[in-house]
């Protein structure tokens, strides 16, 4: 049985632009606990409300499910997506999809080029928790013996690595760019291990 949540999620996926009251009926509970769900689900970056006008008077708030809330339900992008890297693979040779990969990474680094130029080791790794959190991965990191230790316990890029394993590239680039140091591989999800774990030496951060 679907929670009440789910269901939220569900009635925007089949009804976007929906009223807290039209989402109490379909649901069938009261909009008070309509506008509790929707808070939780707008912290989560499911659910985003937005005002529109409806004719003389206030503009009314309707909620649309953002681009991570339609994420939640299953499409056909997986199959797309494998079925374009396989074609690029197919067509152009190695060194240029690996190059792909590699400038999407700097694409996402070049926007905080300027920030991380003063920041610590510590602020770094920070950063790069919250960018890679917002790719989807579930990241932390820790210092240990001697060195520092980032954990990816869950990956975006699974379903898609599998075939593809040359998308791990994307986030061992970011993460060794933004650190302006080289890192190491120890652990990968798609060897079977129970995440995927990056060594890096904490020696002073070098200017990009």
Request: charged residues 25%; aromatic residues 6%.
């Amino acid at each position: 049985m679907k929670s009440t949540r789910d269901k939220i999620l569900q009635t925007l996926l089949e009804k976007p632009r929906s009223t807290i009251n039209s989402l109490a009926e379909a649901v069938g509970i009261n909009p008070i606990s309509v506008r509790h769900h929707l808070t939780n689900l707008q912290m989560e970056g499911l659910v985003e409300g937005q005002e529109e006008r409806h004719g003389v008077g206030r503009p009314r708030l309707v909620y649309i499910l953002t681009d991570e809330g339609m994420e939640r339900f299953p499409t056909r992008y997986m199959q797309l997506t494998t079925r374009l890297l396989s074609q690029m693979k197919d067509t152009m040779p190695g060194p240029v999809v690996a190059n792909l990969f590699n400038q999407i990474a700097e694409d996402l680094v070049s926007k905080y080029a300027n920030d991380v130029e003063s920041m610590s080791m510590e602020e770094r790794l920070n950063l790069v928790k919250e960018i890679l959190s917002h790719e989807g991965f579930n990241v932390n990191w820790e210092k240990k013996d001697g060195q520092y230790q980032i954990n990816e316990v869950s990956c975006p890029y699974y379903q898609i690595g599998m075939a593809h394993p040359e998308v791990c590239s994307v986030d061992q680039t970011l993460i060794s760019k933004m650190l302006a140091l080289p890192v190491s591989k120890v652990q990968c999800i798609l060897s079977g291990d129970a995440q995927c774990t990056y060594l890096v030496q904490p020696e002073k951060i070098k200017k990009q």
